[in-house]
C-alpha cells in the first residue's frame, strides 16, 4: 500500500496537470478543486498533507473532479493494493448481482441480503452522482 506523503506528492502533481494553481498557499487551486469536487476545503487539504487517507467519497469526488480513473485513485491512495483489482470484471450492464455474490463466496441463505446491501449502495451512489450533475460513476 501506499504511503500518504506519496499519495500527497502524486496529487499535487496531478493538480498541477489539471490546471489547479498551487504556486502559493493563496493561490485558489485547493479551493477550486474542492469546489469542482463538491468536498469540504479540509478534505482537500488533509489529502495533500500526506497525513490522513481520504475517505472513499472524498476519493471518487476528487477522481471525478481530476478525470483519474477510480481505480487509479484507490491504488495511488493505499485504499487497495493493485493485485486487488481484477480486471476480468464484467461490464456493469452485464453484472447480476446474486451470480456476482456467489462468484464472491456469500452463502446462498444470505443471498437476499447481499442484493439489498447492493442495492441500497448503488442507489446511494447513484443519488450523490445525480447530486453532484453527474451521469458517471
Do not use: C
Amino acid at each position: 500500500m501506499a504511503d500518504m506523503k506519496a499519495f500527497a506528492d502524486w496529487l499535487h502533481e496531478q493538480m498541477i496537470a489539471a490546471g489547479y494553481d498551487l504556486s502559493s498557499q493563496r493561490s485558489g487551486g485547493k479551493s477550486k478543486l474542492a469546489n469542482d469536487a463538491g468536498v469540504a476545503l479540509s478534505q482537500v487539504q488533509r489529502a495533500l498533507g500526506g497525513t490522513t487517507r481520504p475517505d472513499i467519497v472524498t476519493l471518487r469526488a476528487i477522481a471525478h473532479a481530476l478525470d483519474i480513473p477510480m481505480k487509479v485513485m484507490l491504488v495511488r491512495s493505499g485504499t487497495v493494493d493493485a493485485g486487488d483489482l481484477d480486471e476480468q470484471v464484467l461490464p456493469a450492464s452485464d453484472l447480476d448481482v446474486r451470480t456476482l455474490g456467489l462468484q464472491r463466496g456469500v452463502p446462498a441463505d444470505k443471498l437476499d441480503h447481499w442484493v439489498a446491501i447492493v442495492d441500497a449502495v448503488t442507489g446511494t451512489f447513484a443519488a450523490e452522482r445525480q447530486h453532484h450533475g453527474s451521469a458517471t460513476p
